[in-house]
């Protein structure tokens, strides 16, 4: 079967660095989304990994490594709108959107 | 990026009664159109995917008789909950996407918030 893994929940302090692990198994791989999702709203796009190493985009960057079924969105200088669910979606071999059940990030002050 | 509207916003109904969801694609032409629901604290779970002038496809344990998905229109697609019931309150979300890839132009829409009485 598909599975992919994510944390329940996490909670971080403003100001930090914080990192959501994924993992996969998933037949097939054509590329892995994070999505941020504020409460009551609908997802956001943040970042898009289709090749091994880290994309970095402002204060959120993304690691991929294949090999692994492994990805992390790495979050630094937290803020409290940063207070979310972060999902993680893989696409698979029939580019299908195979959705983990997302990770609730708590930001502290 | 591309603009999805979802209309109504939120709505309440009694039980028993049907609720038309409508998803708009508002500036670009969507061949492929997704219907998410979304149960409080829990992810994203696809219902079915819906393409223009075709029948829309549904996942596993969706009623398609209960969810009627009518994608007349490159700009439209409505999901229609029929006779509804409590355990039917949910966060119903569109999205859109151009072709049968391009996950990458994926656009969702605001959400739809039923609760049935």
């Known amino acids: 079967g598909q599975n992919i893994d994510q944390p329940t929940e996490m909670t971080a302090t403003e100001g930090a660095i914080v990192q959501i692990n994924c993992t996969y198994q998933t037949s097939g791989f054509n590329g892995l989304f994070w999505y941020q999702q504020h409460a009551g709203e609908a997802p956001t796009f943040l970042s898009y990994?289709?090749l091994d190493g880290l994309e970095e985009k402002g204060r959120f960057s993304s690691f991929l490594s294949r090999s692994k079924g492994y990805s992390y969105l790495l979050l630094k200088e937290l803020q409290m709108k940063d207070s979310a669910s972060y999902l993680c979606?893989?696409?698979?071999?029939?580019?299908?959107?195979?959705w983990g059940a997302g990770t609730k990030l708590i930001i502290k002050p | 990026g591309a603009v999805v509207s979802q209309h109504p916003s939120r709505v309440i109904c009694k039980s028993g009664t049907s609720v038309k969801i409508e998803c708009r694609s508002l500036d670009f032409q969507a061949t492929t159109m997704f219907w998410y629901r979304q149960f409080p604290k829990q992810s994203l779970m696809l219902m079915a995917t819906s393409n223009e002038g075709s029948k829309a496809t549904y996942e596993q344990g969706v009623e398609k008789d209960k969810f009627l998905i009518n994608h007349a229109s490159l700009t439209l697609s409505t999901l229609t909950v029929t006779s509804a019931h409590p355990e039917d309150s949910s966060f119903y979300i569109c999205?859109?996407?151009?072709?049968?890839?391009?996950?990458?132009?994926?656009?969702f829409g605001p959400g739809t918030r039923l609760t049935v009485t």
């Open positions: 999205s859109t996407k151009p072709g049968q890839g391009d996950w990458q132009e994926q656009y």
């Open positions: 990994n289709v």
């Open positions: 979606a893989v696409i698979d071999s029939n580019y299908q959107l195979i």
